[in-house]
């Protein structure tokens, strides 16, 4: 029984750290917004999001292994379970000041609320606890067995390149919403279909009775609250909630407007080729490379647009805009090449593997 709870809480582990190891600039990304101002307001820390991304992955990998293969196991269970109390403090601050709305626990290929990932680490604390009462009394078989290090190194270096890879070039599973073969048009109609709905709900204090009661728009109408001298809305406590959730896609954030706000969405998504530039960092973009990407781009035979968050940062091509996140979603490397036929995603490069292709 022990050894299957073993199994199950070192593959959960494993499987954590793989996700972001494949896309490691991804979950940097997400370590960036904890550092930004309105979450822990440590922006120093946001130029070394990546050097804390592979730390928090690295460790994840190795010990889950280490787990797995019941190598120095109550090191490994005591490392996890700080490891452990570290992510229930990220998560629980994300979740009660709705700051980080994805923690980034399974990168891209398994969303959590903040709640949700909240729970599973303590969840996930629970069983480590359990774990270290029932292997409490060291065993003659938990020493480390010949051919064991030799599985850890072999792991390490599969992860090594899996990370090497999706840093220098593009994750070698792609998790993401724009993955190639995704049509944008298509998903887009999807949204536009099914859309989530929300309703807007008061808090109301009765003034007599001091009694203080949550209503949604319908009700405060119907009922006629608003007629009731005697019942208050609360200042600052109306809130927007979801009532139901519609087709959710991170490609609705592909929004790509001009300097005065005109949005090109649809126009691209119906040309028949079109290669996008786009750079979510203009102030930290090799220059010369962007002149590159540029020139070679214009030698396809397609519509050729820049987008980033500078109305002015392109100089031989047409300039568009995007929020920075959303930009983020699509691109790994600062500056990126995404070429649509149709709306359909057909091919995704960093800027200089864009260059070195045929």
Known sequence: ?????????????????????????????????YFSPIVFNLPFLEKYALVFSIIVVVLELVLGFMLLMKIKLKETLYALIALCVFFGFLTFYSAFYNVVTDCGCFGDALKFTPWQSFWKDITLLVLLIILVFLYRKREENEG??????????????????????????????DFRAYAIGTDLAVEKQKIAANPSEYKTFYSLKNSKTHEVKKVDQDEYINKEYWKDANWQIEDGKTTSEIVKKGYESEISKFKVE??????????????????????????????????????????????????????????????????????????????????????????KLGAKDYLNKD
């Open 144 to 173: 480390v067995r010949f051919g064991k290090l030799p599985l850890l190194g072999v792991f390490v270096l599969i992860m090594i390149f899996v990370m090497f890879r999706g840093i220098v070039h593009e994750p070698m599973i």
């Open 1 to 33: 029984m022990k050894a299957v709870l073993r199994y199950i809480v070192a593959l959960i582990f494993i499987a954590s750290g793989f996700v972001k190891a494949v896309d490691l600039k991804g979950f940097s990304f997400k370590l960036e917004e």
């Open 258 to 347: 001009d300097i005065n706000g005109n949005n090109f969405t649809d126009e691209i998504l119906k040309e028949p080729r079109i290669v996008l530039i786009f750079t979510y960092k203009p102030k930290e973009a090799d220059l010369e490379l962007v002149k590159k990407t540029e020139t070679k781009a214009l030698t396809e035979k397609a519509k050729v647009y820049g987008i980033s968050t500078q109305p002015d940062f392109y100089k031989q091509i047409p300039n568009y805009m995007m929020d920075e996140i959303a930009i983020k979603t699509i691109a790994r490397s600062n500056p990126f090449v995404l070429i649509l036929e149709k709306g359909k995603v057909v091919e």
